[in-house]
């Protein structure tokens, strides 16, 4: 859970509490109409947290049902800190991906790291042993001085944290796009592993147990999330006030993960949950609800940072590295002396009722005990949770929007390569250094990712591979978005990213086994924005019912606007896969001289919000590729079974950059080249460096070749043979009429071949990112 | 050893018992080596690496067992966090800066092995060269010339960064581990825990744990 986004300030000032809380007049209505009275301050102030968009979903909840959450193997859905779906040997894996945005554009550093011990914290609350970080990161123009410093920032602030606590950063992507300049987006991923009989509920089930809480102290930082709680009308506070951002440490992370751990280990608590946004009212208010009972809380036992702290302080504090562990009364000493052991305060806060209320009591401050607590406050649970308020946003179509061609559509007369006097190779050596497909060295490097000795596949591939100890498993993980087509239309955004980040898992030979994701959008209260979010939902919702994946959880992100307007609709995804056998898994390089390498999949029209239409400037009127979800369905039957039969030496996805740069990927990442020929229609631009889906580079062993024709044809999957492997460039030989002959005959007489050695490539491609962003190597 | 903040204890332990070793956690706390030939200090970041890398763990309740145990004669291995808790506390020369770049450094490099003859290297073929991976920021080996002369005339230099992946972080002659005197603590930045399987990339590191292993039987033996 993180800091909570609030929402845009409209119209007049005004003095009344709950407008200076972000609530609405009608928001207020309902607050009375649940309590059957009006609220207090304290209890407006938990409300008002407690009914932010970031923890309410309330413009959201009604999209996100839509989504599929059950399917083979889930034992913990959207609703759970994580999703844990089962991958045998009675283990499970847990991951969930979450935003840090407004907090990291305001504190990079802080931002990040509080964004990685976040999400971390949801994947060991659920009983697992975190075991891999992805960071899914966008920026403006690297270019821009602001860009450089947030990026800087955010890179150190995931590394800092990550590196700290020992676990390791194994992937994910670095996205510049103009859009994210004043919004830049912190999505990070975490994969967590765990015995299932370990797996934890965050509930507080069992009236008369006790609600201990361990960890860091409570201070003011991160009150609200939100500046409109500074106002010096609230309440009698008058002490400074701090930034809203959180502040990290790691290393008490880091004691949290062991001694969390240890006591789900000893079954010592009935239930576990982290503390992030709405501080102690969420995680109280969560616990009850998910339970059914209610808890008292005794405002004085929470231990504080600073003096002089008011109740509402305390109550919705989000400092960091905090746990809430409801404990039968009789492992109270157990539980404690592990907290000890780990040097982590822990003090019992509160108890679990069976009234269904959230109260807040408090003996009194210090040195003035009363023999009568007082009650400060008392809200069902459900009001602050399950039953907070639900609001019906309008939805309308921008005025102007394109549409994807369907798939199987004609490819356009032509795309304007040849025409623009091109070279093919040119264009390939100017796309690898682009900072959008260049390596990620200079940012991975600053990731530790081989602490925990499980890194069999790491940075700098489309998807990690962690091995499973004491298994022949493997996991495998990728996180994908694709802001550029999600700007021309955000449902096929959403499609694009789901089979991408599937097809990016499959290409290891591994079977995904279930999606979370991101949804990170603009101001939902403006009707374009939300029918955004609504389509990108249901595109989400599409891809994962046609590829049998389920949802298991996922987080919302909105109001990510600036003066400078809303960012690109971005569909972040996080798949993860398993890989029943670690020796089956497949990787992108080439690796033997004579194999023959193929292309799976066809060619879809379209270069909008393609990296080359970046480069050309303009298309000619164009649309973004189509998905084809039966045959993306296909890829994922296909590419396992392949793998575990042998008959793949490597294979790679394409994406950005289209086919050239897959191909050059494949040829540097080996160290050797290819030599090739590619059939260009009359739309060689498309063919070369388009980014249609559905399509994946393989190389093959000869001997196995007839077997993976067999095992396409079983699929109804095309497979066209593309030349051998071999030498030190990449060759790639332009026939058809899109080549040479036809382009002379108009009189432009443009290379028909793709002829680079593998150093040039490779040294466009390594120094791409540093120079973009005018950093040494 | 476990110090709060430890990160590749389990790595080491894991790296240990499949190295043939007899191997378990020791716990910060506890004074008792309970019999063991040889303490390993893990990477990580103990007690967070606050004020200074390693200058907290040094005063740790354990670390006088340790002090005791080298000067008994028996064998430490610190790694990374460990080798910069071992600079901290006087067990091995010399102190790691923060890296030439002034960033973490995480990627896999090569190492030329100076000596054979010592407890931590007897295992490794004449000519071979180790391929690790490093993790730190904070792991730029620095000792003022006269002392650095002395160290490596007197064969105190271990390990160098060699070969095309080079020097990562700016080490004084590309020093990447050096040994005390008496030959029975070793301290390095790289992480062999890590390089213990050829699925991880390399099981380079092993032929360290082996080494390890068959120079404590030969001591146990006698």
Known sequence: MSLAEPPVQRGQPDSALHRVLGLTDHEFGEISARLGRQPNELELAMFSVMWSEHCSYKSSRPLLRTLPASGEGVVAGPGENAGVVRIGDGLAVAFKLESHNHPSAVEPYQGAATGVGGILRDIFTMGARPIAILDALKFGDPADARTRRLVRGVVRGVGGYGNCVGVPTVGGELVFHP???????????????????????????????????????????????????????????????????????????????????????????????????????????????????????????????????????????????????????????????????????????????????????????????????????????????????????????????????????????????????????????????????????????????????????????????????????????????????????PYLGALTAVVECARNVAVTGARPL???????????????????????????????RALGLPVTGGNVSLYNESPEGAIAPTTQIGIVGLLEDVEWRVGPAFRAEGDLVALLGDTVPGLAGSIYAEHAGSVPDDRPPGVDLAREAALLAFLPEAASRGLLRSAQDVSGGGLAVALAECAMWGDLGAHLQVSVGSAPAAELFGEGPGRVVVSVNPTCWTDLQALALRHDLPLRSLGTVGGHRLRIKLTGEGATGAAEDRGSGVADEVDEALAVLRHAWQSGLPRALGESG | MVFPGSNCDRDALQAARLAGMDAQLLWHEDPDLRGSDLVILPGGFAYGDYLRAGALARFSPVMGAVHAHAERGGLVLGICNGFQVLTEAGLVPGALLRNASSRFEHRWVRLSVERRDTPFTQAVPAGVTLRLPIAHGEGCYFLPGPQLDELEARGGVLFRYAGPEGNPNGSARDVAGVINERGNVCGLMPHPERASEALLGSEDGMLLFRSLLESAAAVAAR
């Open chain 1, 179 to 489: 859009s994210y300049g004043a919004n830049p987006l912190v999505n990070v991923m975490a994969v967590g592993l765990l015995e299932e009989r370990d797996l934890t509920r965050a509930a507080a089930p069992g009236p008369g147990n006790l609600a201990v809480l361990f960890g860091s102290t409570t201070g003011r930082d991160g009150i609200g999330g939100a500046s409109v709680l500074a106002s010096a009308t609230f309440g009698e506070a008058d002490c400074a006030k701090r930034p809203t951002v959180q502040v990290g440490d790691p290393f008490a992370e880091k004691l949290l993960i062991e001694a969390s751990l240890e006591l789900i280990g000893e079954r010592l608590v009935e239930g576990l949950q982290d503390l992030g946004a709405a501080g102690i009212t969420c995680a109280v208010a969560e616990t009850a609800d998910r339970a059914g009972t209610g808890m008292v809380v005794d405002l004085a036992a929470i231990p504080r940072r600073e003096v002089g702290m008011a109740p509402f302080e305390v109550m919705i504090s989000e400092s960091q590295e905090r746990m809430l562990a409801i404990v039968r009364p009789e492992r109270l000493e157990a539980v404690l002396a592990i907290c000890a052991r780990w040097g982590l305060l822990a003090a019992v806060i509160g108890r679990v009722t069976d009234d269904g209320d959230v109260t807040v009591i408090s003996r009194g401050g210090a040195g003035q005990e009363q023999a009568e607590p007082r009650e400060l406050a008392r809200i069902p649970a459900r009001a602050l949770t399950s039953d907070a308020i639900l609001h019906a946003r309008e939805a309308r179509p921008p005025t102007h929007s394109r549409r994807a061609p369907a798939p199987g559509a004609a490819v356009l007369p032509h795309d304007g390569l040849p025409e623009r006097g091109m070279d093919p190779g040119a264009v390939l050596v100017s796309l690898l250094g682009d900072p959008n497909l260049a390596s990620r060295a200079w940012l991975t490097a600053q990731y530790d990712a081989t602490v925990g000795s499980d890194t069999v596949e790491g940075n700098e591939r489309a998807a990690a591979v962690i091995r499973v100890k004491g298994t022949r498993k493997a996991l495998v993980m990728a996180t994908d978005a694709n802001a550029r087509v999600g700007l021309l239309d």
């Open chain 1, 514 to 544: 279930g999606v979370t994701n991101c949804l990170n959008f603009g101001d939902p209260e403006r009707a374009e924005e939300y029918w955004r979010l609504q389509e990108a939902v249901r595109g989400l919702g599409d891809a994962c």
